[in-house]
């Protein structure tokens, strides 16, 4: 989903969730994008367009979770990308910057997780 998909109010209030950083890196600034955990599809879904199913990522991570086979799997392992069987409201998201579980809410908000293991 690129910046044009969402307004700046919605990617704003994204921003503002997540910290203005990415969950892998957390870098911050312009190179920010949000990204689906659950692919949109052909058409989009508006289901898929929740919050609970939009993360920031730098625009390099971004991309490389659909070209990199590693950085795909590292995404599925920490939330960042989802199947479409999974329910976002449920699947925690891994902040690696700072090592923290988030499940995000659709009212743009987020609570730390309960301790995972591993």
């Known amino acids: 989903m690129g910046i044009s998909m969402m307004t ?11 910290g203005g950083r990415c969950y892998h890196c957390g870098a911050a600034g312009d190179n920010l994008v949000p ?3 659950i692919n ?5 879904s508006k289901e898929r ?3 609970s199913n939009i993360i920031t990522l730098c625009s390099i991570v ?10 795909a799997r590292l995404g599925r392992e920490k939330g960042w990308k989802l199947s479409v069987y999974e329910d976002p409201l449920k699947v925690p ?12 809410r659709d009212n743009g908000t987020r609570v730390l997780a309960p301790s ?3």
């Open 8 to 18: 700046y109010k919605q990617f704003s209030k994204l921003l503002e969730r997540d």
């Open 35 to 37: 990204q689906h955990r």
């Open 40 to 44: 949109r599809g052909m058409g989009g």
């Open 49 to 51: 367009e929740r919050l």
């Open 62 to 71: 971004n991309g490389l979770l659909e070209s990199d086979a590693d950085v």
């Open 93 to 104: 998201v891994y902040e690696t910057w700072s090592g923290k579980w988030w499940l995000l």
């Open 116 to 118: 995972l293991k591993g």
